[in-house]
């Protein structure tokens, strides 16, 4: 069974549009993430979700909106997509407050903006 | 600022040891994980270090010194499915955790 899943893994789309990754785990952790891996292979973290508090990364565009409708799930709904927005969005989860533990990653989401 | 340094590459042959040093400078320190990223694929766990010395894992071990601001992962009996990039990372006193840019591990024959 998949511990973090994402979907889709793929997502090749135009300038402008709006598109959503999905992401849930099945571990029963308290906390989940999403991070941003560029070309440079950098991971950055996006959004942090408890089940009590959305840590948000400030420098991360209001485009960018992270959806929880339960602890299981993590969505990420992106406004507007520009082309620098191509990149590897990774789902992760762990257990306990946010970072006390070590993270679970998904496999990951390549999104294509032309 | 807060910054992780380590190597950007490393090349090492088959059955050697390598050993990948990461220095950090953050706001207070709470724990310093090791992770492997295959090319394409998601970064996984290798371990985690909270107080000074040395964690043994299998082949994989991971040294630690708070003082000086250091870690580093040695890799025993390398195999070529080591290759890979390693990423070093620290949570540090508000519990934000800081990434390093990661160590391509090219593994020769």
């Known amino acids: 069974d998949t511990a973090v899943s994402q979907t889709p893994k793929y997502l090749v789309t135009q300038m402008g549009n709006d598109k959503s990754i999905k992401c849930e785990q099945n571990?029963?952790?308290?906390?989940m993430y999403w991070y941003k891996q560029d070309s440079k292979k950098f991971l950055k973290i996006m959004f942090s979700?408890?089940?009590?508090?959305?840590?948000i990364n400030e420098t991360v565009p209001n485009r960018f909106s992270p959806k929880s409708p339960d602890k299981a799930h993590l969505n990420l709904h992106i406004n507007s997509l520009e082309l620098g927005d191509s990149a590897v969005y990774f789902c992760?989860?762990?257990?306990?407050?946010?970072?006390?533990?070590?993270?679970?990653f998904g496999e990951g989401s390549r999104l294509t903006v032309l | 600022g807060q910054n992780i340094d380590q190597p950007t590459e490393m090349t090492a042959t088959e059955g050697a040891i390598v050993q990948i040093n990461c220095t950090y400078q953050?706001?207070?320190?709470?724990?310093l994980f090791w992770y492997q990223q295959h090319a394409g694929e998601a970064p996984t766990f290798l371990s985690y270090?909270?107080l000074d010395g040395l964690e043994e894992k299998g082949r994989f071990s991971s040294f630690l010194s708070r003082s000086k601001g250091y870690s580093y992962l040695l890799l025993k009996e390398l195999q070529m499915k080591d290759s890979a990039s390693y990423l070093c990372?620290?949570?540090?006193?508000?519990?934000?955790?800081?990434w390093g840019a990661g160590t391509k591990l090219i593994i020769k024959p």
């Open positions: 992760a989860s762990s257990q306990g407050e946010v970072n006390t533990g070590e993270l679970f």
């Open positions: 571990l029963g952790h308290d906390t």
């Open positions: 979700y408890n089940n009590k508090e959305l840590i």
């Open positions: 953050t706001s207070g320190f709470n724990g």
């Open positions: 270090n909270v």
């Open positions: 990372a620290v949570t540090n006193s508000n519990y934000q955790l800081i």
